[in-house]
């Protein structure tokens, strides 16, 4: 595996984005990513992380490659380790930089534009405490991006992402706006899970009535809707 020291520090996050998919290696290995970003800390990492989810994520498999790192990083970020750890085999996993690249190109517009508009505010929003929470949420919405369902990645790497965001940026306005999208998310499955619970007393019956019609009757509800 290659090792790439970029000097991320003096530039831009976009910048050392679009660098990344301009090297010829036509392998893209996740240790060369951390390489990239180790020195920003964990928000960097978890902002590209989270953005590649957004950008190749419909891949099969990628997922999984992918949110693997951020499990580990929720978990570290959760225990206030200085610094990430990611095992061998991890950093040796690739993916076609081709991919990458086409993803990155997507996105990159909105990044520069979100680093213009950030700036360090709401400081209580990036201190240690805070830090200790979205550890503990970043290793949740992981574990849910890492889940086979189709289209399931794009929510939590969104959530992700801005965490990141406003950690490398030191930026409270991004964290408290991920934290308002998990609070819209559980009190949109809290109302799914009451609407469910009271609807479903009538429902089932209905069910189990129609799955009971006789054989004549499942042929004349299907001419009539049928024409």
Do not use: H
């Not at 930089?97 to 680093?115: C, K």
């Not at 499955?189 to 009451?194: P, S, V």
């Amino acid at each position: 595996m290659p090792d790439y020291d970029y000097q991320s520090d003096t530039r831009s996050f976009s910048q050392v984005l679009e660098e990344i998919g301009e090297k010829s290696d036509p392998k893209l290995y996740l240790g060369e990513l951390v390489n990239a970003f180790g020195e920003r800390g964990f928000g960097a990492l978890m902002l590209m992380f989270g953005l590649m989810n957004i950008a190749i994520g419909i891949i099969p498999g990628t997922t999984t490659i992918l949110g693997a790192p951020l499990l580990l990083m929720g978990l570290q970020l959760a225990t206030r380790t200085d610094q990430l750890w990611l095992p061998k085999w991890a950093l040796k996993r690739r993916i076609e930089r081709a991919a990458y690249r086409t993803g990155i190109e997507s996105i990159l517009p909105r990044v520069r534009r979100m680093e213009r508009l950030s700036r360090a505010r709401l400081p209580a929003l990036t201190s240690e405490l805070s830090e200790v929470l979205i550890g503990l949420a970043t290793m949740l919405l992981a574990i849910i991006l890492m889940l086979p369902i189709w289209g399931g990645n794009l929510i939590p790497a969104l959530i992700i992402s801005t965490f990141g965001f406003g950690l490398m940026q030191r930026d409270g306005l991004a964290i408290l706006i991920a934290w308002c999208a998990i609070g819209l998310l559980c009190l949109g499955g809290l109302f799914i899970w009451l609407a469910w619970t009271w609807v479903s007393p009538y429902l089932l019956p209905v069910w189990e009535w129609v799955q009971a019609l006789p054989s004549e009757a499942w042929s004349w509800l299907t001419g009539l809707f049928g024409g």
